[in-house]
T-cell receptor
């Protein structure tokens, strides 16, 4: 079945850039998403990318997709302490409505 | 982005009672909603897919008689945990599928419901 893998933890200093990586196995993935979850809260959709795109930028967020390697990354520029959260990568395969989530990457931003 | 609400945000109940959780899409219609369960420090586990006007589709290992799902309108899905037991204590999150403009197909999540069964 589909599998989505993420590194579990990332620590950066305030003002640095953060890069969170994700790999997936389903070659029929059509949409790939990044969600943010703060403690005790639901998931907030940060951004998404179609599988026919290589890059998408939205303010401080840049998503890069390497479809050949099935690798997705989320870059957060000028990381702030408020960016500390768990970030989930998710993919949706063609013809399916359900999402497959990675286990989440905990981002810790220190002052 | 679109807004999805959940109610209640937190509930504590006695073992053996039933608890109903509501999920609403506030500014869009959702023919499909999803119910997830999340354990501490873990990812989301999809429990079921709820389609408006039809029976929910449950994932393997999820008891449909224990977790009753009703999706009676395009903006409301409910999850009822029947005869709750302490092992049902968890964080339950719903999401709603939004087909927006320009081919957008996204899921928006509710804020979650923390269920504690004593």
């Amino acid at each position: 079945g589909e599998d989505v893998e993420q590194s579990l933890f990332l620590s950066v200093r305030e003002g640095d850039s953060s890069v969170i990586n994700c790999t997936y196995t389903d070659s029929s993935s059509t949409y790939l998403y990044w969600y943010k979850q703060e403690p005790g809260a639901g998931l907030q959709l940060l951004t998404y990318i179609f599988s026919n795109m290589d890059m998408k930028q939205d303010q401080r967020l840049t998503v890069l997709l390497n479809k050949k390697d099935k690798h997705l990354s989320l870059r957060i520029a000028d990381t702030q302490t408020g960016d500390s959260a768990i970030y989930f990568c998710a993919e949706r395969a063609s013809g399916y409505s359900t999402l497959t989530f990675g286990k989440g990457t905990m981002l810790l931003v220190s002052p | 982005g679109a807004v999805v609400s959940q109610h209640p945000s937190r509930v504590i109940c006695k073992s053996g009672t039933s608890v109903k959780i509501e999920c609403r899409s506030l500014d869009f219609q959702a023919t499909t909603m999803f119910w997830y369960r999340q354990f501490p420090k873990q990812s989301l586990m999809l429990m079921a897919t709820s389609n408006e006007g039809s029976k929910a589709t449950y994932e393997q290992g999820v008891e449909k008689d224990k977790f009753l799902i009703n999706h009676a309108s395009l903006t409301l899905s409910t999850l009822t945990v029947t005869s709750a037991h302490p092992e049902d204590s968890s964080f339950y999150i719903c999401s709603a599928r939004d087909f927006g403009t320009s081919g957008r197909d996204t899921q928006y999540f509710g804020p979650g419901t923390r269920l504690t069964v004593l």
